[in-house]
């Protein structure tokens, strides 16, 4: 069925004609596959392509591609070229070995000659497993993914799904994107699969998009609830039916107040990926410490310590998913700080107390996002603007810590300049002194160094 799908970017647009002549001319055919070709039907514009190529061997088609572009080989096991300095994946369909077993994971064996619709089967979801020919404009949708495209339904491309048990986590992220219901069958056979044995590091590029795309990340977190994949988070299971006070927490329990901030955190994304990932991950696990903590006193509850509980939870959680030790440390002190900014308000804090926050959390201006979804995340209670975070921003900023914790004014150079040695009566000296600072003992090098001089000309 000949389709119309234009490429807005030019540079991309030239891309595409040129690798579809060239793939031609050698006698193959390149068809533009997955999610570019959803999002062209749905009148978005991809920020790249994956081209799947027939009809040619794996060494035709990097000699061909080679007289106009790097190519890079990659994957023994899915055969994919990639085109160094561009946005652009080429694969060629492959099959397991039927050799009587069906594992996943098994190697791949190429297949030039697949039929399209065939190699269609293999994908993901429906609405990825279409082919657009932009040469005769021609659209394979073998699976009707354009019919659950305007239905808004997920919903899995063939038996097939079952190879990768990771598409569940994709749906996980695909569904908080697009915000479409996943379709019933695709839930039951996700209830079937198990993620055990998957690498980590597959498992968080997953977490990474739907927390960094997700416009409804709650509509994520409730598929995997429905296809029993919480079973592998036992820390987020862990808040479902974990009870709230209901004059503070009207929307329900901990697990229904977590997807209301998360909701909230995407909506007021920065696009600034560090920033956007350490809050988003704040925000998924501030709570954690709730289950443990949670207690009725005298008919109301309460989750007193919560804050500094859920260290333990949290790091169990992202440890199973990345080894980025730096993003766990913070993400941890968010979690246990998360309720410090009203505290600190509430106190009317001194710069002390300011900074010292700053020293512990290093990120002043993520805590108060952290802090905001929380506060925000609590319907029908009328959010207020969170004047708490507001207050702690315009503090932290005149004292330049909103975004780094005090640098120390004295420096170990600084002491060898008055005479101190190395070794541990240094570092008690710049310990104390750097604790001075945070108290607003002094504020530059000379008043520092005068505190210093009084520290070593006092007596014993």
Not at 176 to 204: I, K, M, N, Y
Not at 270 to 279: K, N, S
Not at 413 to 440: F, K, N, S, T
Request: hydrophobic share 40%; proline share 7%; with cysteine.
């Amino acid at each position: 069925m000949p389709i119309r799908l234009r490429l807005e970017d030019p540079n991309l647009r030239e891309i595409l004609r040129r690798i579809a002549h060239t793939i031609r001319r050698g006698g193959g055919r390149a068809w533009l596959v997955g999610g570019c070709v959803r999002d062209l039907v749905l009148g978005r514009q991809p920020q790249d392509l994956d081209i799947e190529v027939v009809g040619l061997q794996p060494g035709q088609i990097h000699a061909l591609l080679a007289e106009h572009f790097s190519v890079q080989f990659v994957g023994k096991t899915f055969q994919v070229f990639k085109l160094q300095g561009l946005p652009v994946d080429l694969s060629i369909p492959s099959r397991i070995p039927t050799d009587g077993t069906s594992l996943p994971g098994l190697p791949r064996q190429v297949d030039p000659g697949m039929p399209i619709d065939e190699a269609l089967a293999r994908r993901d979801f429906t609405i990825n497993a279409m082919a657009w020919d932009p040469d005769t404009r021609e659209l394979r949708d073998p699976f009707n993914g354009r019919g659950d495209l305007d239905a808004r339904i997920l919903r899995h491309a063939s038996t097939r799904f079952a190879e990768d048990p990771l598409r569940v986590l994709r749906g996980m992220q695909l569904s908080a994107r697009l915000e479409f219901t996943v379709a019933p069958e695709t839930v039951a056979l996700c209830h079937t699969l198990s993620q055990d044995g998957q690498p980590s590091e597959r498992l968080w590029e997953e977490w990474k998009r739907l927390l960094l795309q997700g416009s409804k990340p709650s509509l994520g977190l409730q598929f995997l609830h429905h296809c029993g994949w919480l079973r592998f988070y036992p820390e987020l299971a862990a808040l479902q039916g974990c009870p709230q006070d209901p004059i503070w927490h009207p929307e329900g329990d901990v697990w229904i107040h977590t997807l209301h901030c998360l909701d909230w955190f995407a909506a007021e994304r920065t696009g600034h990926e560090p920033d956007d990932l350490a809050v988003g991950l704040g925000v998924l696990c501030h709570d954690f410490g709730k289950p443990a903590t949670t207690r009725e006193e005298y008919g109301r509850v309460t989750a007193r310590g919560h804050e500094s509980e859920g260290e333990g939870p949290t790091r169990c959680f992202l440890e199973r998913l990345t080894n980025r030790h730096d993003l766990i440390d913070e993400v941890v002190s968010l979690v246990c700080c998360h309720l410090r900014p009203r505290a600190l308000y509430d106190a009317n804090a001194s710069d002390s107390a300011v900074r010292r926050l700053a020293k512990q959390v290093r990120r002043i201006d993520r805590l108060v996002r952290v802090a905001r979804a929380d506060h925000a995340g609590r319907p029908p209670k009328q959010f207020d603007g969170f004047p708490a975070g507001e207050w702690l921003l315009a503090r932290a900023r005149q004292l330049a810590v909103d975004r780094r914790p005090p640098l120390p004014i004295v420096m170990g150079r600084h002491l060898l300049e008055l005479g101190v040695q190395p070794g541990p009566d240094m570092g008690r000296l710049l310990d104390d002194c750097y604790e001075a600072q945070l108290d607003g003992d002094f504020g530059t090098l000379e008043d520092g160094l005068a505190y210093i001089k009084s520290r070593l000309s006092a007596p014993c």
